[in-house]
């Protein structure tokens, strides 16, 4: 496949790889609260690849959590819960610093009365608002319930399943996502469906992009438009999530592990961020979803073998 975010994103993410690898080598026998620092830059590396594509950065975060053996005991394990909500920091930086001029529209929305910046704040509100509500009504079932590797399977294979049946439709139908609303034509119905469809990532492993990107496409939305939105909402969800999470376990957090290793994980989400945004974007509005179908199932079946066979 020749396409040209390729040729610097692959060795970019290979190199942060073998880094994060030998680092966790290094420091194999190093122990700090239960957070050794190449776990953490591997934790950095996966959240910060995975929180803007469609294949779900909670999936990919927990399991790598159950393969390095992490969160073992109450107090332990609501730490390092805690820390894969707050690494998200590292990601927002990173869309905070590609979508700039957005956030500067936004600003002038909200304090010089900027119309196109208003009615784009007022989307991302009307959009994040359904997650508030349901998310802390439901906090205890969600976090009780589904925060497994078989939830996050399901998960995986579910959105998998609904990307390559999705992919069939525009094909069948000759469907031109790049055609469609841009942003600024994006209206609070159109925001508030994918709100809710927002929502529908509670279940680990669905994933927040995925759900974001297709509800914003069902409803007329362009790819490019699609993104773009779903990584600014993203921005807004992802903070309020990050704050709770840091206000309500942050002691946890301090007490078990080493700040400065979990200061080096939001170092390394938000390079890896930067580089995984700027290659989506070009992928997704040159090929579509159907790469991350295939992968999503792929991921699955590899993490039933890890874990149940």
Request: glycine share 12%; charged share 15%; net charge neutral.
């Amino acid at each position: 496949m020749k396409n040209k975010y390729l040729r610097w994103w692959a060795p970019a993410v290979a190199g942060l790889m073998v880094l994060a690898a030998g680092a966790a080598v290094a420091d194999n026998a190093t122990d700090s609260g239960g957070l050794r620092m190449g776990q953490a830059v591997v934790f950095g590396v996966v959240e910060g690849l995975t929180e803007y594509l469609p294949i779900s950065s909670t999936g990919h975060l927990h399991v790598a959590k159950e393969i390095m053996g992490l969160g073992n005991g109450r107090e332990s394990d609501a730490a390092i819960n805690a820390y894969i909500v707050v690494i998200q920091f590292g990601a927002i930086i990173a869309i905070l610093v590609i979508c700039l001029n957005r956030f500067i529209s936004l600003y002038k929305g909200l304090f010089q009365g900027d119309a196109d910046g208003r009615k784009l704040l007022a989307n991302l509100i009307v959009a994040f608002l359904p997650a508030v509500v349901i998310g802390l009504a439901l906090e205890d079932q969600i976090k009780g319930s589904l925060f497994g590797t078989y939830p996050v399977i399901i998960g995986w294979v579910a959105g998998g399943l609904v990307i390559l049946g999705f992919a069939f439709l525009c094909r069948f139908r000759s469907i031109d996502l790049h055609r469609g609303k841009g942003l600024e034509d994006i209206r609070i119905p159109v925001a508030l469906f994918i709100g809710f469809a927002q929502c529908l990532a509670m279940w680990p492993g669905v994933s927040r992009s995925l759900a974001t990107i297709l509800g914003a496409l069902f409803m007329g939305v362009s790819m490019a438009a699609a993104v773009e939105f779903s990584c600014l909402l993203g921005a807004v969800t992802l903070s309020a999530a990050s704050i709770y999470d840091l206000l309500k376990h942050g002691r946890e957090m301090m007490q078990v592990f080493d700040f400065s290793y979990m200061a080096l994980g939001l170092v390394f989400a938000f390079i890896s961020a930067v580089l995984s945004v700027k290659w989506m974007v070009g992928y997704l509005n040159r090929y579509g979803l159907e790469l991350f179908g295939y992968y999503r199932i792929l991921i699955a079946c590899v993490a039933w073998w890890l874990f149940y066979m």
